[in-house]
């Protein structure tokens, strides 16, 4: 790699804030960058989800254009400010938060767009952050902790190879995110038909209700169902109940390199395995699993707020295990197919029977016992089956993407400080 040069950061770009807004502003008019875009996502997203009512004035002056590096200027804590996030195009319309800072570029060869992305996320950059972010009750970047900045880069067209590499194999990731998404729509939608519109393929393979399958009302569900259908409770179709394990005496955090998954791990169907998750010792992973117990077709099933997050294992374990907020929930297979038992778990009744029944005066969350008592319309072990020889290659593409995007982000994170410090090169 090409020597390294230290530039100031307040000399290749310049500082402005972000948009100082109404709530009579929010949600309508033109593209906005909100807070979570910026800290969630190493570029700018193509399509900004929200939306803000700006003025022309506003639109021209708190503009995104490409080559833009928008900073998060507050955190509770220290190691999560001036996450990063980079224009890669222009953004007609769109102002940017307040609890941002824009960083435009004031040259266009000395620092690569895409190359910055990743430097301004390395933990060399993130140290230097670190170092001199000012500490209150938040933690906030201001126009002098900038000035003070320095950045090691090099040459120009090594940013560019390096940029380049990192970006296509951001991009991979994205893309997989997107199928993974999709399969997920469908994967509910298909529920959906099956268990809440009760369109399953009849005798004659057509939809039973929009064939005129008989319907017959039931006093529990307080819904028609079909007829030779009834009303069971979860604890009927289910064979296990069960949680991880906290550390009290227990086993001790920090240790090792296998993942402590706890329910900010589990999120829209997936783990996220990163460096946001405890780690901890082969033996504590081992104490852990004798209480966990997990296998292939449980359903990890989060107790707290955000209650009701699922995900279903497909693989056995080898490298991380659960907390107490984490119930772990096995099908009784002699009543049900286990990727039935995932989908009912994660639907749109059971969210809101967890989000009426959830109690507490700090972190709202359910019992295993009012979980059990949650009612289902049950059309026995054969329609689970049917069910599941659609549903099941969806969910295997799904893990198998996942389990890409796992190897795709951690060579990426891998090669990162690899390619900073020049222990490789990109010909």
């Not at 224009?87 to 307040?98: K, W």
């Not at 064939?211 to 296990?240: C, F, H």
């Not at 227990?250 to 329910?263: A, D, H, P, R, W």
């Not at 979980?371 to 893990?399: H, N, W, Y």
Request: glycine share 6%; with cysteine.
């Amino acid at each position: 790699m090409s020597k390294l040069t230290k530039y100031r950061f307040s000399d290749l770009y310049s500082m402005s804030s972000g948009i100082s807004s109404t709530k009579e502003q929010a949600g309508h008019g033109a593209p906005f960058l909100s807070f979570s875009a910026v800290f969630n996502n190493y570029f700018v997203p193509d399509e900004l989800a929200d939306l803000m009512d700006a003025s022309a004035k506003q639109q021209e002056t708190y503009s995104i254009k490409k080559g833009d590096i928008f900073l998060t200027r507050t955190s509770e804590v220290v190691d999560e400010l001036a996450m990063s996030s980079v224009a890669t195009q222009d953004y007609p319309r769109a102002t940017y938060s307040g609890f941002l800072k824009r960083l435009r570029p004031t040259q266009n060869d000395i620092s690569y767009p895409k190359y910055m992305a990743f430097y301004l996320r390395s933990s060399l950059f993130r140290k230097t952050m670190t170092n001199n972010a000012v500490m209150t009750l938040r933690a906030s970047l201001n126009e002098d902790i900038f000035s003070y900045l320095d950045l090691l880069l090099p040459d120009f067209d090594t940013q560019v190879k390096v940029g380049d590499l990192l970006y296509a194999i951001d991009q991979k990731i994205e893309v997989n995110a997107r199928i993974n998404h999709e399969l997920g729509l469908m994967t509910k939608t298909l529920y959906d038909y099956w268990f809440v519109q009760f369109d399953f393929p009849n005798a004659d393979g057509k939809p039973y209700k929009a064939s005129g399958g008989q319907m017959l009302y039931n006093k529990t569900l307080k819904r028609d169902i079909p007829v030779d259908w009834e009303a069971r409770n979860l604890d009927s179709i289910l064979s296990r109940s069960g949680t991880g394990l906290n550390p009290r005496s227990n086993f001790k955090l920090g240790e090792g390199s296998n993942y402590y998954v706890t329910i900010k791990s589990i999120d829209n169907g997936k783990i996220n395995l990163d460096d946001k998750c405890d780690r901890i010792s082969d033996e504590s992973l081992t104490i852990i699993n004798n209480r966990s117990d997990l296998k292939v077709g449980d359903v990890l099933f989060t107790s707290i707020q955000p209650v009701g997050e699922t995900y279903f294992i497909q693989e056995k374990p080898t490298n991380w295990n659960i907390n107490e907020s984490v119930f772990t929930l096995r099908a009784d297979t002699e009543q049900v197919t286990s990727e039935y038992f995932y989908m009912l778990l994660s639907g749109q009744e059971m969210k809101a029977y967890t989000k009426q029944s959830s109690a507490g005066s700090i972190h709202k969350g359910i019992r295993h016992g009012v979980l059990k008592e949650f009612i289902l319309p049950f059309g026995g072990k054969e329609i689970t089956k049917e069910f599941s020889k659609v549903l099941s290659p969806i969910l295997k593409k799904q893990a198998l993407i996942e389990k890409e995007n796992r190897v795709l982000s951690e060579t990426r994170d891998w090669l990162l400080p690899m390619l900073m410090n020049g222990q490789v090169t990109v010909k």
